[in-house]
C-alpha cells in the first residue's frame, strides 16, 4: 500500500512537469492575470494617494529607477526594480536575523520533505540554486519514540567505511545504536536503509540543479536531528559516491555525541583530508552536547568522544561579554594524550552546567541558541569598530576554514589529497 501510493505521488511529480493546458486554456490564464495585475496596480496607486494625503509631504523623484542599459537613450521606468526597492523598503512580518527571517532571506527552496511516519527518520532537502547548494536538515527529538532511541547509550559495531591506512583506524566502529538504527536498519519495502535513500534523493537533486555534479553540500540539525547529521556527514564524506563533492559542511546545533573513540579517529581523518568541515555549537548550561559519557557496557566499556570544531555560545550578559571579548570561543581536540583528554573532560564537566529544568528547556531550544550566535556576531563587530581590537587577526569574524586552519592546524592544501 505504502509503495502504491509512492508511486501515485511520484507519477503525479513526473505529471506537474509537463504543461497540461491547451491553448485556450492558457490564453483565459493569461487573460486573467492581466485582470489581477490591472487590480494590483490600482490598489498600490490608491494606497500612495492615501500615505500621500495622510502624510501631507510631496513625493520626490530626483532619482527615478532606470532600466539597465538605458541611461543614455530615451527613458522608462524600470517596474520590477522599483517593486523590489519598495518590498525591501518595507517593515518586516518578522524580527531581522531571526530563524524565519533568515530562511525567506536566504532564497531556499525545500524540494523534498519525508515524514511518512513520526517514529521514522523525519528530514527534508533545500537548495539555493543561485549557489548551486543543496542543504540537508534532519529534524530533533519531538515525541517518545525519539526519546527512546536517544537513550539506547549502548553501541553497535559497524564496518569502517575508509579503506585508507590512518593513525587509530579500526575495522568496526561503535557507534550510539539508537542514532546509528535510525540510519542504518534496511526497509521491509525498498530493502534500503533510511542513509541510503538519503543519498541517492541528495545526488538526484544535486545533478538535476548541476548536471556536472559540481554542487555544494551542507548537513544540518538540532538535538537529536544534529546526531543524525554528525553521522550522515561521516558516511558521505567517505562514499566514493560524493568524491566528486570538493567539500560537505556540516553544521550541527546541540547535538550528543555519537561514536566512541574508532569513530573520532575515523572522523579526524576526514577532516585531515579536506572531505569534512565540521562546526559544532553548543549552549552553556545545556547538558544534552555533554551526553553520553560511555556505553554502560561492562564486558565492553567504551567512552564517547565529540567530533568537529566546537564552537560554545555563552549567554548575553556580563560573563558572556568578558569571554568573547577577546575570540570566540573555539576549540578542536587536536592533541589525544591523557593530559589533554582530561582537560576536554573536565571542560565539558556536566556538574559544571547544571541547571533547572525550565533553565534546561530554554537553553536547548533552537530559538536560544539563534540568540546567542546573534549576540556572539554583533558584539564581536561592535568590539572591532572600537578601540579593543587594535590586531588585525582579531577584527573580524572568520570562517569555518579559517578556524580549521587556526585551531586545527588543517589547510585547504590538504584538501587536494584523496582517500
Known sequence: MVTTSRNIVRKWIEDSKVSQYDKETEEMIVALRRKVARHRWRRAISAVRLSYKLSGKRPEFNNPVIAPGCENENRF??????????????????????????????????????????????????????????????????????????????????????????????????????????????????????????????????????????????????????????????????????????????????????????????????????????????NTQDIVPLIPFCNFEIDDLQFYQHVGMRVQLHNTGRIGKMKLRHALDVTYPLRHDWLSRLKRVFMNNIFANLTTLKGFGNNHTPAEMQRRLLFASHFKQALASGAYFADNKRNKIKSLDEYYSIRAQMHDSNSDMSP
Open 77 to 282: 521606468v524600470d517596474l520590477n526594480q522599483m517593486m523590489s526597492d519598495v518590498v525591501r523598503k518595507q517593515p518586516k512580518y518578522f524580527k531581522e536575523g531571526s530563524i524565519m527571517d533568515n530562511l525567506i532571506e536566504s532564497g531556499i527552496e525545500v524540494v523534498w520533505f519525508s515524514d511518512l511516519t513520526q517514529n521514522d527518520v523525519v528530514y527534508g532537502i533545500c537548495c539555493q540554486r543561485e549557489e548551486k547548494k543543496v542543504t540537508v536538515v534532519f529534524r530533533g527529538t519531538v515525541n517518545s519514540h525519539n526519546w527512546s532511541m536517544n537513550l539506547k547509550f549502548d553501541t553497535n559495531e559497524y564496518r569502517n567505511p575508509i579503506k585508507t591506512k590512518y593513525p587509530g583506524r579500526e575495522d568496526e566502529l561503535s557507534l550510539h545504536s539508537g542514532f546509528a538504527l535510525y540510519l542504518m536498519r534496511r526497509r521491509k519495502d525498498t530493502g534500503l536503509t533510511k542513509m541510503q535513500e538519503i543519498f541517492n534523493k541528495v545526488d538526484a537533486i544535486g545533478r538535476e540543479m548541476c548536471p556536472d555534479g559540481n554542487y555544494k553540500l551542507s548537513i544540518t540539525g538540532h538535538s537529536l536531528g544534529g546526531a543524525l547529521a554528525t553521522l550522515f556527514g561521516f558516511y558521505v564524506g567517505a562514499k566514493p559516491m560524493f568524491s566528486h563533492l570538493s567539500r560537505v559542511y556540516i553544521w550541527t546545533y546541540a547535538a550528543p555525541r555519537v561514536g566512541c573513540n574508532a569513530f573520532f579517529h575515523a572522523y579526524q581523518y576526514l577532516e585531515r583530508i579536506g572531505r569534512i568541515r565540521h562546526a559544532r555549537f553548543s
